[in-house]
């Protein structure tokens, strides 16, 4: 169920782009706007960001104590600027994006700023770059792993498999095994870029859609696949080792989609 919050008092965080072509939609009724307004404000600010899915009308229709045909309209009206997108069988999604510059998480100085990356990136682009950027981390790791790097991943491998429902340790001892991994590439490129991708994944609202996705059961799944990981990155098994990084990205991808908010 989502918050019941509706944050009627709040200010637009942007203006909706509907606001700027009011010749487009003269029969629409003002409820129907002020509603897709709302929902618009909530994917700026990104309570609800690019590439996730919206509630269902049912749970939008209970949050904005409206009837579902006002919150159906609402979307549609939403699709019409390009805001959301229908998927028969699915659901609604968001298609909205930040500009480029706030997308590219950099500030006035032109300096990365990770608290606005972590804002504006959505779990879907995120699964992106883990899929290009991990598999090609454990191939090199499979390679240049050193025997001190790969002590050092067993220890922390016998930490995790320790854990049986501390999902806020889990989370974060999982970092530390993938940045170890990371590190036994030994390219200070690689894991400057993958450093990144950590301090993002460090963010507050990061980390409690992860904390939400490790029940005990995903615990128990997570330390079989690490597992597998670790044997083959042991065994110099580049193929394997590969495989097992993808097959662990293609578990948790679908898990962080829907744990967002």
């Known amino acids: 169920m989502i918050e019941t919050s509706?944050?009627?008092m709040e200010g637009p965080v942007?203006?909706?782009?509907?606001?700027?072509d009011l010749s487009s939609h003269p029969m629409v009724k003002?409820?129907?706007?002020?509603?897709a307004?709302?929902?618009?404000?909530?994917?700026?600010?990104?309570e609800y960001s690019f590439g996730t899915r919206i509630p269902a009308e049912?749970?939008?229709?209970?949050?904005f104590a409206e009837s579902r045909t006002t919150i159906r309209q609402a979307l549609d009206f939403l699709e019409t600027f390009g805001a959301v997108a229908r998927r028969a069988g699915s659901g609604t999604f968001v298609a909205y994006r930040a500009d480029?510059?706030?997308?590219?998480?950099?500030d006035a100085s032109g300096y990365l700023n990770i608290s606005l990356i972590a804002e504006t990136i959505s779990p879907f682009e995120m699964n992106v770059a883990e899929s290009i950027l991990e598999p090609e981390i454990v191939r090199l790791a499979t390679i240049y792993m050193s025997v001190r790097d790969l002590t050092k991943l067993g220890q922390q491998l016998t930490q995790l498999e320790a854990i049986v429902t501390d999902a806020a340790e889990f989370a974060d001892l999982e970092k530390q095994f993938m940045m170890t991994i990371c590190e036994g590439t030994h390219n200070s490129l690689i894991v400057t870029m993958y450093r990144i991708m950590h301090e993002v994944r460090r963010q507050p609202q990061?980390?409690?859609?992860?904390?939400?996705?490790?029940?005990?059961?995903?615990?128990?799944?997570a330390q079989k696949a690490l597992r597998s990981l670790f044997t083959a990155l042991e065994?110099?098994?580049?193929?394997?080792?590969?495989?097992c990084m993808r097959l662990y990205i293609s578990s948790t991808q679908e898990d962080m989609i829907y744990a967002s908010p």
Do not use: H, Y
């Open 6 to 8: 509706l944050r009627a």
């Open 14 to 20: 942007e203006t909706p782009p509907w606001e700027r």
């Open 30 to 35: 003002q409820r129907v706007k002020r509603i």
């Open 37 to 46: 307004t709302q929902i618009f404000n909530r994917m700026v600010s990104g």
């Open 58 to 63: 049912r749970e939008l229709a209970d949050a």
């Open 100 to 106: 480029p510059a706030k997308r590219a998480g950099t």
């Open 206 to 221: 990061w980390c409690a859609n992860k904390k939400r996705t490790l029940t005990p059961l995903r615990i128990r799944e």
């Open 235 to 243: 065994r110099r098994d580049v193929d394997t080792a590969v495989e």
